[in-house]
């Protein structure tokens, strides 16, 4: 039995509608999602059936409205919150986001007292990061976690951190950034927030980010 191009578009548009609701990433969801339902409601008017037509149709409306909603609200607000030394939260959260956190090479047990700098990212009140630091020299520190929840994985979290927040590592003396990692998908998100791939004094491969 042949199937025809018809057939093939309709299979195409629920590959991807289903890939959509894979998506940890809100905008990412709906992004995929419009590219399905689009996909979906033409297929629909091609083949007659209309009810399949004009909801789809609805569908795709309805995420280019969400779409247009997220992209022209307001600026976020973004807070720094320190960790204390008795971090029973931030336990939790690592234990929470523990598989993720291994996905890109992460440890998930710290001693967040031994660390230099220690603190959670908010947005909007909401934590959705969580960053460690040791000091590698006078003036450099060792990125240790720069860790944000699927939620919040659009960059921001991260240009706030090395752009927005560079006078809170230069009023303690810190104009450099070290970091190590093999995880391809840390990497993209390190190159994206400016790090630059370069070896350290005993010729491993790491990422540095100058902020001064």
């Known amino acids: 039995m ?3 191009w018809l057939e093939w578009l309709g299979y195409l548009a629920s590959l991807i509608v289903l890939i959509s609701l894979l ?24 083949i007659g059936a209309l009810p399949v037509g004009f909801m789809n149709m609805g569908i ?8 247009l909603k997220i992209y022209s609200a307001k600026e976020e607000y973004f807070k ?16 929470y986001y523990k598989k993720e956190m291994e996905k890109y090479g992460f440890k998930t047990k710290y001693n967040v007292s031994q660390y230099e700098i220690r603190f959670f990212i908010l947005r909007n009140m909401v934590p959705a990061g ?6 590698y020299d006078e003036k450099t520190l060792k990125v240790e976690l720069d860790f944000v929840i699927p939620e919040y994985r659009d960059f921001k979290t991260g240009h706030y951190i090395y752009e927005h927040s560079k006078g809170f590592f230069l ?9 190590y990692s093999e995880s391809e998908s840390h990497i993209r998100y390190l190159t994206k927030v400016g790090f630059e791939e ?7 491969k790491c990422f540095m980010k100058k902020i001064k």
């Open 2 to 4: 042949t199937i025809d």
């Open 23 to 46: 998506m940890s990433s809100i905008i990412k969801l709906r992004w995929i999602n419009l590219l399905g339902s689009t996909i979906f409601s033409i297929y629909g008017f091609l």
């Open 60 to 67: 795709a409306f309805i995420n280019i409205y969400y779409l």
């Open 80 to 95: 720094i919150l320190s960790i204390e030394n008795s971090p029973q939260y931030f336990n939790h959260f690592v234990d």
């Open 130 to 135: 969580v960053f460690l630091a040791s000091k």
């Open 171 to 179: 009023e303690k003396g810190f104009t450099d950034f070290i970091t």
């Open 198 to 204: 370069t070896t350290d004094h005993n010729g491993v």
